[in-house]
C-alpha cells in the first residue's frame, strides 16, 4: 500500500477528529429496519453509492477492505478530480454498524480521511454518517479555500439523497 499523506489514520472511526484540519459531518436517515440497514451497508462497502452518485470508482475488490486502494474520481470532462485513496478501516456489523474509512495517498488533492457509515438507531431508523477531516493538498484545493467545504457538504448530500434512492429500490 502506499503511504498514506496524513499521521491520524483511522481517527474516522470513532472520533474526536484531529485539529487542524476542516471537519465535515453530515448525518441522514436513509430508511427503516434491519432490512434496509442490510442494504444500505452494502450499497456503501460495494462502492454501488458513490457510482450511483456519479462518481467514478477503481477499486481490486468487489467491497471495501482495510488495506486496499480505491481511486474515485468526480467532475465532467477536463474537470474531472481524480483522488486516490487507501482503506484504512472496515466495519461489517461491529458496534451496530457498517461502512469504512479510506485515507487519502500522494496525488489526492486534500490531506485527510472520510468515512461512510450507516446504524440502526433504537426507534428503527436507518442513519447514514459522513464524517471527514481534511486540508488542502494541492495548488488548486489552497487556491479554492472557502469553497471547498461547501462543496464538500454538497457531495455528502449527495451521497445521502443517492443512498435513500438506493435501499428505497432494494
Not at 59 to 88: D, N
Request: charged residues 20%.
Amino acid at each position: 500500500m502506499n503511504t498514506l499523506t496524513y499521521p491520524e489514520v483511522g481517527a474516522t472511526r470513532l472520533g474526536p477528529l484531529p485539529r487542524g484540519y476542516h471537519h465535515l459531518h453530515h448525518r441522514a436517515p436513509v430508511g427503516r429496519g434491519t432490512a434496509d440497514l442490510a442494504a444500505a451497508g452494502a450499497a456503501i462497502t460495494e462502492w454501488r453509492m458513490h457510482r450511483a452518485s456519479g462518481a467514478r470508482v477503481t477499486a481490486p475488490a468487489r467491497r471495501a477492505e482495510a488495506g486496499g486502494e480505491v481511486q474515485v474520481s468526480v467532475g465532467l470532462g477536463p474537470l474531472r478530480f481524480t483522488a486516490p485513496c487507501a482503506v484504512v478501516w472496515t466495519a461489517y456489523g461491529e458496534e451496530g454498524r457498517t461502512g469504512f474509512g479510506y485515507g487519502t495517498l500522494a496525488g489526492h488533492p486534500e490531506h485527510g480521511e472520510e468515512c461512510f457509515t450507516v446504524e440502526l438507531a433504537n426507534d428503527g431508523t436507518v442513519w447514514f454518517t459522513v464524517m471527514a477531516f481534511s486540508r488542502p493538498a494541492s495548488w488548486y484545493t489552497r487556491l479554492a479555500g472557502p469553497l471547498v467545504p461547501p462543496v464538500q457538504r454538497w457531495y455528502a448530500r449527495r451521497l445521502g439523497r443517492t443512498l435513500r434512492r438506493l435501499v428505497a429500490g432494494s
